[in-house]
C-alpha cells in the first residue's frame, strides 16, 4: 500500500486498539482495485460513446492490473495467505480458497484478452476495440464479486484463524513481496498513476 495510506490505516488501527492484521493490508489493496475497476468502466463508457479511446491509457490501466492486482495482490494471497490458511484446516480444493485461485485464473484470462484487443497500426497509433469493451465489462463483474466474496467471507474465516504472531509473519512477506518480487519503490509509484487516472476519469 502506499505509504500515506498505509500510515493512514495505522492510525486507525491504534486508535481502535488493535494491531494491523494480514487482511487490514489486502482489504485496503480491495479499496484500490475497485477504484482501478470504476476507471476501467469509465473507459468502456468513453469508447461507447466516442467510438475510440486513449490506447495508452486502456495500455497503462492493463499494465497496472497485470502488476498491482494480479502479480502483487494475488501474488500475496496464493503464495502467502492461502498456505498460511490451508496450514489451519481450510481446504484448498473443494473449499473458498479453490474458489478464489480459479476466479484469479479467470481474471488473467480476461486482463490477457484485454490487451489481445489493442492493436497497433504502421502509422503509430493504437485502435481500442469495442471488443475492450467486453473483456473489460467481464473482467470488472468478475473482480467486483471476487472482492465481496474475499472480504465477507475468505477474509473472516482468516482473522479468526490466524494468530497476532501468524499475522506478523504475514505482513513481512507481503513487504518482502512489494520489495523484491514487485521492485523497490513500485507499490507507491503504481498508487501513484492510479491517482491520476482517478483525476482524469472520474473527477
Given at each position: 500500500?502506499?505509504?500515506?495510506?498505509?500510515?493512514?490505516v495505522d492510525k486507525i488501527l491504534a486508535k481502535e486498539g488493535r494491531m494491523k492484521?494480514?487482511?487490514?493490508?489486502?482489504?485496503?489493496?480491495?479499496?484500490?482495485?475497485?477504484?482501478?475497476?470504476?476507471?476501467?468502466?469509465?473507459?468502456?463508457?468513453?469508447?461507447?460513446?466516442?467510438?475510440?479511446?486513449?490506447?495508452?491509457?486502456?495500455?497503462?490501466?492493463?499494465?497496472?492490473?497485470?502488476?498491482?492486482?494480479?502479480?502483487?495482490?494475488?501474488?500475496?494471497?496464493?503464495?502467502?495467505?492461502?498456505?498460511?490458511?490451508?496450514?489451519?484446516?481450510?481446504?484448498?480444493?473443494?473449499?473458498?480458497?479453490?474458489?478464489?485461485?480459479?476466479?484469479?485464473?479467470?481474471?488473467?484470462?480476461?486482463?490477457?484478452?484485454?490487451?489481445?484487443?489493442?492493436?497497433?497500426?504502421?502509422?503509430?497509433?493504437?485502435?481500442?476495440?469495442?471488443?475492450?469493451?467486453?473483456?473489460?465489462?467481464?473482467?470488472?463483474?468478475?473482480?467486483?464479486?471476487?472482492?465481496?466474496?474475499?472480504?465477507?467471507?475468505?477474509?473472516?474465516?482468516?482473522?479468526?484463524?490466524?494468530?497476532?504472531?501468524?499475522?506478523?509473519?504475514?505482513?513481512?512477506?507481503?513487504?518482502?513481496?512489494?520489495?523484491?518480487?514487485?521492485?523497490?519503490?513500485?507499490?507507491?509509484?503504481?498508487?501513484?498513476?492510479?491517482?491520476?487516472?482517478?483525476?482524469?476519469?472520474?473527477?
Open positions: 500500500m502506499s505509504i500515506l495510506l498505509e500510515r493512514s492484521k494480514a487482511t487490514d493490508d489486502l482489504r485496503n489493496e480491495h479499496e484500490a482495485i475497485k477504484l482501478a475497476l470504476r476507471i476501467l468502466d469509465k473507459m468502456c463508457i468513453e469508447i461507447e460513446k466516442k467510438g475510440s479511446a486513449d490506447a495508452e491509457d486502456t495500455e497503462r490501466m492493463i499494465s497496472f492490473l497485470k502488476v498491482f492486482a494480479d502479480k502483487c495482490h494475488h501474488g500475496k494471497e496464493e503464495n502467502h495467505l492461502f498456505p498460511a490458511l490451508e496450514a489451519k484446516g481450510i481446504p484448498k480444493e473443494g473449499g473458498p480458497i479453490g474458489v478464489m485461485l480459479s476466479e484469479h485464473t479467470e481474471g488473467r484470462d480476461y486482463i490477457r484478452k484485454m490487451g489481445e484487443s489493442i492493436t497497433h497500426e504502421e502509422k503509430g497509433t493504437s485502435v481500442v476495440s469495442h471488443q475492450f469493451i467486453k473483456h473489460a465489462r467481464g473482467y470488472i463483474g468478475l473482480l467486483s464479486e471476487h472482492i465481496e466474496k474475499e472480504n465477507s467471507v475468505l477474509f473472516q474465516m482468516a482473522d479468526e484463524r490466524l494468530s497476532a504472531s501468524d499475522n506478523e509473519q504475514l505482513l513481512e512477506a507481503f513487504e518482502d513481496l512489494e520489495e523484491h518480487v514487485i521492485g523497490h519503490g513500485k507499490h507507491e509509484e503504481l498508487h501513484t498513476f492510479l491517482n491520476a487516472m482517478e483525476k482524469k476519469y472520474l473527477n
